[in-house]
């Protein structure tokens, strides 16, 4: 009998993917809260893994012409997106240290979560083999 791990695991695979990507988007912006001018990103997490499990309405960047940058390079595949600041900077930069904290520290509970989400998965599946 085969077993599909896709399928066992479910989209949490893929979620450990975009939450780590995500993790690195944030740290780039808490590395940057004093650079004038810098802009902080993020990756709308929701809408990438709509995309991942076949849902049409979000649409993951293509590159449609060879001269465009290949979206692969900057972003990991997922279009980043300019956060927008509640409190505007005079220097241009859009970071804010408290909400980008409060994203990062979600992002890390949701990536744990999916961690134990699939060892609880494999513990099982070593238990079925084992025929405890």
Do not use: C, W
Not at 65 to 70: C, E, K, Q, S, V
Not at 71 to 95: F, K
């Amino acid at each position: 009998m085969r077993t599909d791990f896709n399928n066992y695991l479910g989209i949490h695979t893929d979620a450990l993917y975009v939450q780590a990507r995500r993790a690195e988007v944030l740290a780039s912006n808490l590395a940057n809260v004093d650079t004038p001018g810098y802009k902080a990103r993020d990756i709308d997490f929701r809408q990438v893994l709509s995309g991942l499990a076949g849902d049409d309405s979000a649409e993951l960047m293509q590159r449609t012409n060879p001269l465009h940058l290949d979206p692969e390079s900057e972003s990991g595949g997922y279009e980043l997106l300019y956060r927008q600041p509640h409190q505007a900077s005079l220097d241009g930069n859009t970071v804010e240290h408290q909400v980008e904290m409060a994203a990062y520290s979600d992002n890390a509970m949701r990536y744990l979560a999916s961690l134990r989400f699939i060892g609880n998965q494999l513990s099982n599946l070593r238990t079925a083999i084992r025929g405890q």
